[in-house]
């Protein structure tokens, strides 16, 4: 596993951060409680010590089910969370979670339809200073801590940049001591304006990076945003996204400028071919520096602790891999 250094340590927390961060979304919501802690184990054991986490994640279920697992370790782990987005108010909604789960498990095609009625029932654009500290103060109850080592806006507009008093507010929970880094999550608009503002407060930005935003690569390469951590998202464009990539890995070894040595280690029957040549392009050679995949399975995990450990392309192949699929975007 590799890592980098954690930008602040003025309060004895971790000083490294892995470069595959664990994204806890799924925890508590589609996954229950034994395989989400499995996961989070697996997760650890394979050299991973960031967590991504959120108020709304697993219908607010998720950052407490992460405290329980953190206790013990919390020293070495880093742990990012958001608010900004609320959770479904109510006890209904988790009676009625293990029957849709049960209910997924019988019939995979409701899956699309459950996420969709789970967002429905979530309430974003919440930004005041209000929401602000009841939010974090009720996600350092459920993480069982008395800090967290990054705290980010989850899914902002670009209204947020406007709001002194919020940026005020969250500029002071890390002078406290409550939160190492402040940040920003949201569509690739925002981040750009963040990048172009340089806001006292955010010190990181969050977003999603895949096969469809590539060019989005050439934005985080900039001296603005070389200021901030840059941790990336969604690198597989989710479902759909994956389930295309054997025809884009195809033409990429068909594309202009493609070496022998280079189209030879287009294995398409290979697994490891779409997270060593996806993984890399994002981190090596930009201004990213943490990639969060999907790794809720054993499989995605150990694939992509060995796509960074072990990546059959040079800086050059990947170089020419980001500038093929920026092109590609761009002409879309």
Request: charged share 25%.
């Given at each position: 596993m590799r890592y980098i250094n954690f930008p602040v340590s003025d309060n004895g927390g971790a000083t490294k951060i892995s470069e595959l961060g664990f994204g806890c979304a799924p925890l508590m919501g589609r996954v229950g409680r034994g395989d989400s802690l499995k996961a989070l184990h697996s997760a650890e054991q394979a050299g991973v010590n960031f967590f991504d986490t959120a108020r709304?994640?697993?219908?607010?279920?998720?950052?407490?089910?992460?405290?329980?697992?953190?206790?013990?370790?919390?020293?070495?782990m880093v742990v990012c969370t958001k608010f900004g987005i609320l959770p479904p108010k109510g006890g209904w909604k988790q009676k009625v979670k293990p029957l849709a789960q049960a209910a997924i498990r019988v019939f995979p095609g409701m899956r699309q339809f459950a996420r969709r009625q789970a967002s429905g029932e979530s309430?974003?654009?919440?930004f005041s200073v209000a929401v602000l500290r009841e939010s974090f103060e009720t996600s350092l109850r459920e993480l069982k801590t008395d800090y967290v080592d990054m705290l980010i806006f989850h899914a902002a507009p670009v209204s947020v940049l406007d709001q002194d008093d919020l940026l005020d507010a969250l500029g002071r929970l890390v002078e406290s001591g409550k939160v190492r880094m402040a940040g920003i999550s949201g569509d690739h608009p925002v981040i750009r304006e963040t990048f172009r503002r340089q806001p006292k407060a955010i010190t990181l930005a969050q977003f999603a990076l895949n096969r469809a935003c590539f060019d989005f690569v050439a934005a985080t390469q900039t001296p603005e945003a070389q200021r901030l951590l840059l941790i990336a998202n969604h690198p597989y464009g989710g479902p759909a996204g994956a389930a295309t990539w054997a025809d884009t890995l195809a033409s990429l070894r068909n594309a202009p400028g493609v070496t022998v040595q280079l189209r030879d280690k287009f294995d398409i029957n290979d697994p490891q071919l779409m997270p060593e040549l996806l993984l890399n392009a994002i981190l090596r050679g930009t201004g990213i520096s943490v990639v969060l995949p999907s790794m809720m399975r054993s499989a995605s995990l150990s694939g992509n602790v060995r796509a960074l450990d072990h990546c059959r392309f040079t800086d050059e192949e990947l170089d020419l891999i980001r500038v093929e699929l920026t092109r590609r975007r761009s002409a879309a």
């Open positions: 709304s994640y697993g219908y607010g279920e998720s950052e407490g089910l992460l405290g329980d697992f953190l206790r013990g370790r919390r020293a070495s309430t974003g654009n919440q």
